[in-house]
Structure formats: structure tokens, C-alpha cells
């Protein structure tokens, strides 16, 4: 039972590459998340999916996108990343919006812009 | 915005020693009030939830207090072990909306 998984764990980017971060979860859930975590800021939703095929901005969405490429996989790209970027990226699922409690996230990517 | 404020930013605790950390709110549409707990390089468990009709819930060593009229709910960890050293976030939610997290406590219990 895999719950969420996230790749890559580390990487790290040049200014001004491109990256896609993976999420994939295997527990039939319907919305998906990608946060931020940043030291004294917490999490920050960077953009949201509350259902396969659509997709929505959250509190931070500047300079991703994002793409729900079917129920399992919502993918998180950096198009020309930037120091400001350097975070731990959490990919989270839930069975609706409603159902908050039923967050699950995955492990995290460490991204270092340099 | 910071709609949910959370203190302090780091506690340590003895063990045994009883551990609290304050959230306070803005939006009185929340109406769910979960904590999450994250060990380093892990993501963040649901470890406990309370709905705003009740003024207090406890789970083993774990109690969420309530306090609706000052928009304010705390986490207790009662005889805290070095096993409950994480960073603890509390969150609020209301309808269809997402999840509005606190910004963390790292919580360090020294034997």
C-alpha cells in the first residue's frame, strides 16, 4: 500500500531550468494537492485538482503549472526556476475537498535552485 | 493571509513534561479544526481532529482544547517522549474549501 509517492526526493536546478515533479497516488482519491514548505511559513498550496481533468491556483501559484494527467498522476512543473524556488514540495490526495481529514502526503522532493 | 496563526515556532519540552501548542483563527466559517504531525523527512499525518461543537477531544496522550468564543484550540501531549520530538501543524477547514495550515512548532523533548 503505497499511498503517495513523489519523485524525484532531491534535486537541484540551475536558474532558469525546467522541471516536472511526479505525484502519484494509488488510493482512488479525487483531489490532489502540491504544497510548499518553507521555515516560518509553513504549508503553502501552490496549485489544486478536485477532480480529474480540472485544476485550480492556490496561495502561491506563480511560476508552476501544473497538469492532472488522470486520476492517479497530478504533476507539478517548474518551466524556468529560480532561487526563490529552493523549497520541500509535498504532494497531497483526499477523497473530495470536503474530506479533510482524509489527507494523505507523500514523502517530498527537496528542490535546491542554485 | 494567515488565517491560522500558530505559537510558538519551537518548544522544548522534558520528558514527561506536558507539551502546548496555541492556533488561533480569523474565519468563524471553520468548522474543522485537524493537527498534522511531521518527522523529519516526511510529510505530515493527520494525528488528531475536532469539530467546533465540542470542547475538547482526546486521544491517548493527545488532547485538542477548544475554545469557540475566542476562535482558539490548542495541542497537548501529556507525558511527552522523545518519540513525540516532530514539527506539529495545526489546520482549519470549512465546507468545500482547502486546508489553511498554521506555519509549525518544532517540538523537541530532551530526556
Known amino acids: 500500500n503505497a499511498g503517495v509517492t513523489q519523485t524525484p526526493k532531491f534535486q537541484v536546478l540551475k536558474t532558469g531550468q525546467s522541471m516536472t515533479l511526479q505525484c502519484a497516488q494509488d488510493?482512488?482519491?479525487?483531489?490532489m494537492y502540491w504544497y510548499r514548505q518553507d521555515p516560518g511559513m509553513g504549508l503553502r498550496l501552490i496549485y489544486y485538482?478536485?477532480?480529474?481533468?480540472?485544476?485550480d491556483k492556490g496561495e502561491v501559484p506563480n511560476g508552476y503549472n501544473v497538469s492532472r494527467l488522470n486520476k492517479r498522476e497530478f504533476s507539478l512543473r517548474l518551466e524556468s526556476a529560480a532561487p526563490s524556488q529552493t523549497s520541500v514540495y509535498f504532494c497531497a490526495s483526499s477523497e473530495g475537498q470536503a474530506q479533510a481529514y482524509g489527507y494523505t502526503f507523500g514523502s517530498g522532493t527537496r528542490l535546491t535552485v542554485v | 493571509q494567515q488565517q491560522v496563526k500558530q505559537s510558538p515556532q519551537s518548544l522544548i519540552v522534558q520528558k514527561g513534561g506536558i507539551s502546548i501548542i496555541n492556533c488561533a483563527y480569523e474565519n468563524t466559517a471553520f468548522d474543522y479544526f485537524p493537527w498534522y504531525q511531521q518527522f523529519p523527512g516526511k510529510g505530515p499525518a493527520l494525528l488528531i481532529a475536532i469539530r467546533p461543537d465540542v470542547s475538547e477531544k482526546k486521544e491517548g496522550r493527545f488532547t485538542i482544547s477548544f475554545n469557540k468564543s475566542a476562535k482558539q484550540f490548542s495541542l497537548h501531549i501529556m507525558d511527552s517522549q522523545p518519540g513525540d520530538s516532530a514539527t506539529y501543524f495545526c489546520a482549519a477547514f470549512f465546507g468545500n474549501e482547502k486546508l489553511t495550515f498554521g506555519t509549525g512548532t518544532r517540538l523537541t523533548i530532551i530526556p
Open positions: 488510493m482512488n482519491h479525487n483531489s
Open positions: 485538482s478536485a477532480s480529474e481533468g480540472t485544476t
